[in-house]
């Protein structure tokens, strides 16, 4: 399947309320049309909805969305899943009108992660307001929401099989990081437009969830703003102080959402030509991004041995 981007992503939350102030005060997002049930969506651009927050009783990923071209892409991506045995679960009317799109089909990954394929979000030329004063906007569109890392405890050969034969993502590079927990890993990163990665996984041993999910400004002042309000308030957790990672020009730092996950907040990110040579940086960081949280998000668990 060809993917062009990370579309959207949902999310349950007992504190799915705490994302009414949160999204728009640290971020500038847009608080959408509330759900029937309650659930928070918040906007990045003309879209319906990039992020959705639904009431829930733990902290844990619903979906995450993956943007096809259109209905011809769509038809041929469920074949697709179907003939490769990821069974996909195709959503009913009331499904699509819930997720504001034309079709979507519902699958999980080797770990079980939920993943979603879904063609014709709505959207409404002009509309997009942000939460707060912003410098520039978001960077979204067509090249999407940004990026979503699982930790998994181990990257199989199925689990690249996956990324890069059924997703049919292009993979962007890997390097080696020191985790929350001190231990060394080597997650690796995936791509499926110009933006340098859409989809990560770490491998971890015993260790399983999402990690972080990554938004991105045009403009830097807006994520220097970030920071500044981020040490001003006590119920903001940094977890990664600013920095750039070395493969990457993105400028950004981490923070700890309502729900528990971590969200990176950067600008200047690379656009990657067509003719991009995967390089192998050294070092994980080019400056900053020093580990400053307790340990792992908490989305992210021990599972059972
Ligand atoms: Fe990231």
Redesign the pocket.
Known sequence: MQIHALGYLGFESPRYEQWLTFGPEVFGLQIGERGADGTVHLRMDDRHRRLSIHPGEEERLAYVGWELSGKAAFTEAVAELEAKGYKPDLGSSQDCANRQVQGLARFADPFGFPHEIYYGPTFTAGSFLPGKPMAGTFVAGTDGVG?V?FVVPEITPELEEFTTGVLGLEHFGGWTATTPDGSISGPQFYRCNPRT?CL?YVGVPGMKGVQ?I?LESTHLDDVGRAWDLVQERDDIPVTVTLGR?MSDTLI?FYMRSPTGFDI?FGANGELLPDDFVQTNPSTSEAWGHKFVADGWAPTVRRIAP
């Open positions: 990026h890392v990665h990560g972080h990554a990672h950004s990176e």
